[in-house]
């Protein structure tokens, strides 16, 4: 996927969109060639939908109480994910387990951002774990989704020291600030043709990756 044109992507949120307004941001400052084609979220009160009509981005609430069904929520989602025909589809805080028919649907073309350093700390309470586990260092990472929770290709993680006197909420916080800077990269890099994926292997620059690729943030304490 190497463009001149913008990558386009459709972004699925549940929440406060964070993740969605960085994206927006970078692609607003010029250092990401991509155009998001629609913010699809399955919460009618998710503040992430007015980030995208403050934007300008089309919007979409697919409840997922109004299906009887995980897979009648799912073919609608996958529908009008189609409809936009995007390169990627990226979960940002998007709280719904997907099918397997859908996750395998988009195959290496979703990505999800989860806060933990993978395969570490899979599934929820990741900052409490990793404290409770008194791990010296924590951080997020970019994947692509497969259908085992949290399990895909790592493309990129942000590596945080944890410091004495961190608890779960700082933790969060510091964490999301990496967030908003590798979800964008990543993209990028995608974006770029620098990442391609094959055998669920990920390759960065035609080098196939034994370990992800970790940025180490700078302590902002
Ligand atoms: C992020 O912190 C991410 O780690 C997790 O969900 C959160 C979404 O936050 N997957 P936001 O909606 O982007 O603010």
């Known amino acids: 996927m190497n463009r001149s044109s913008p990558i386009s992507l459709v972004v699925l949120i549940s929440g406060s969109g964070t993740n969605l307004q960085a994206i927006i941001d970078e692609i607003a400052k010029g250092n990401l060639n991509a155009r998001i084609a629609a913010v699809i979220s399955n919460e009618p009160e998710a503040y992430g939908l007015k980030r995208a009509a403050q934007a300008g981005i089309p919007y979409e609430v697919i409840n997922h109480r109004d299906f009887p069904t995980r897979q009648a929520f799912d073919q609608q989602l996958t529908a009008s994910i189609e409809s936009c025909q995007p390169d990627l589809v990226i979960l940002a805080g998007f709280m719904r387990i997907l099918t397997d028919q859908l996750v395998n649907h988009f195959e290496h073309r979703m990505l999800n951002i989860h806060p933990s350093l993978l395969p570490d700390y899979k599934g929820l309470h990741t900052h409490q774990r990793v404290l409770d586990d008194?791990?010296?260092?924590?951080?997020?990472?970019?994947?692509?989704?497969?259908?085992?929770?949290?399990?895909?290709?790592?493309?990129v993680q942000a590596v945080i020291d944890i410091e004495a006197d961190d608890n779960a909420n700082s933790l969060q916080q510091r964490v999301q600030q990496q967030e908003y800077i590798i979800y964008p990269m990543a993209i990028r890099m995608i974006a770029e043709g620098r990442v391609t994926i094959s055998a669920d292997q990920v390759h960065i620059d035609n080098k196939i990756r034994q370990q992800p690729l970790q940025v180490k943030a700078v302590s902002t304490k």
């Open 134 to 155: 008194q791990q010296p260092r924590h951080g997020c990472s970019v994947h692509f989704v497969t259908p085992k929770l949290d399990d895909g290709p790592v493309i």
